[in-house]
């Protein structure tokens, strides 16, 4: 049952797809982690008979979009709500988001699961928005979450990133959302990488001094930071970062690059989990927590280490759109009926790019069924215009 897949060169190469899935994608879900805190951060299922365009509100398949979040629990992963691989930003609008805050938290709370979910200030529509309408948003936001019981995330804000005039208005504006916030929060640094809207965020490019900012933020407010999210794609700073941070604060990794070695960590330290390549991978990425959680971190790394160059694959430049991938993959492991997203984002990577995805899965093992993702991809193909 030869595939043929296009390369970017625009040629066909034959890929024997796998017949069996990974037995860890069949094994009963086990007890708790023990060893590290694990968030995956979730995309959401579109409706797709919505008539919706881009530039209307997002419409989503509530129910799909619940039962993935389930799956995620069911492994024992935490999830974290309404971040980047939702598509915040990026065609899920705030109206939308609130409202899949409080029903992912319903659910979370009925299972006894844990969630997070993100607070940013994405309702603002202008780009001259001030330090006090800045503010605002993120109380408005962070009402929502607090008020259906799950932990907060205060993610970058593009419109703070265009207002604050310097280092001095970050402090200000956090420390504030910090001092009223009535649990520990997670602090989110995402990277120009994943939205160039935040470059110069904490005030400064030199990344030297916008850390020196960003742990000031911390070591004012140490009781209110559970911990911090790194998406830097830079694992050396997250590694010099996290040996920084006061004692009790922990470190999310969200190096989707370089995520098995800083979770493993070293002797100094390691770093917990908040990423959104766990979406594709949650059953291998659970397996792999509880051997660490044994001690075994050569075996922890031998099972999640060859999942690197699919998560390099789906977060290559431009990164912003490796929501693109990581929904493909959730349609052909048939956690959803259709391949589309909101905004229309299916469209935002290449055949090339998306026909390798489906071969790296599926060397992995990663789908539950294989010849249910072999069927769809070729479909897939086949309305690209590639004759099999």
């Known amino acids: 049952m030869t595939l043929h897949l296009p390369d970017a060169h625009g040629t066909l190469r034959a890929y024997e797809p796998r017949t069996e899935p990974l ?66 930003g ?13 029903r992912s938290a319903a659910e979370a709370r009925a299972t006894g699961a844990r969630i997070a979910c993100g607070v940013g200030t994405d309702q603002l529509t202008t780009t001259t928005a001030t330090l006090a309408e800045v503010r605002s948003a993120y109380e408005e936001q962070l009402a929502v979450v607090e008020e259906s019981g799950a932990q907060a995330i205060l993610m970058a804000s593009r419109a703070l990133a265009a207002t604050a005039q310097g280092p001095d208005d970050y402090l200000e ?46 070591a004012a407010h140490p009781d209110k930071v559970d911990g911090i999210k790194v998406s830097l794609l830079d694992a050396r700073r997250e590694v010099d970062l996290r040996r920084r941070l006061p004692q009790g604060v922990r470190c999310y990794t969200g190096d989707d690059f370089n995520y098995p070695e800083l979770i493993a960590g070293d002797d100094q330290g390691f770093s917990h989990a908040l990423l959104g390549i766990f979406d594709p991978l949650g059953p291998l990425a659970a397996e ?15 099972l999640l280490d060859p999942t690197v160059e699919l998560s390099r694959h789906l977060f290559q430049a431009p990164t912003r759109y ?16 259709h391949f589309t997203m909101v905004g229309g984002l299916q469209s935002a990577r290449s055949l090339p790019h998306l026909a390798r995805a489906y071969e790296l899965a599926d060397g992995l093992g990663l789908f539950p069924d294989p010849k249910l993702a072999e069927e769809r991809m070729r479909n897939l193909l086949s309305l690209y215009g590639v004759n099999q």
């Open 23 to 88: 037995p860890t994608l069949q094994a009963t879900p086990g007890s708790a982690f023990t060893s590290r805190t694990v968030f995956s951060a979730a995309h959401v299922v579109a409706d797709p008979y919505a008539d919706t365009g881009p530039d209307g509100p997002a419409a989503v398949d509530w129910d799909a979009t619940l039962a993935f979040r389930r799956h995620l629990w069911s492994h024992g992963l935490g999830v974290a709500e309404a971040m980047d691989t939702a598509q915040r």
């Open 90 to 102: 990026m065609g899920l609008d705030w109206a939308t988001a609130a409202e899949l805050i409080r």
């Open 288 to 302: 792999a927590v509880r051997v660490l959680d044994t001690g075994d971190t050569d075996g922890f790394r031998a």
């Open 322 to 337: 490796y929501k693109t991938g990581v929904v493909l993959l959730a349609w052909l492991a048939g956690h959803q009926s």
């Open 173 to 218: 504006v956090y420390g504030h959302l910090l001092r009223q916030a009535a649990e520990p929060v997670i602090l989110h640094w995402l990277g120009p990488m994943f939205d160039p809207a935040l470059e110069g965020y904490w005030g400064s490019s030199d990344l030297d001094t916008a850390t020196d900012t960003f742990l000031e933020v911390i």
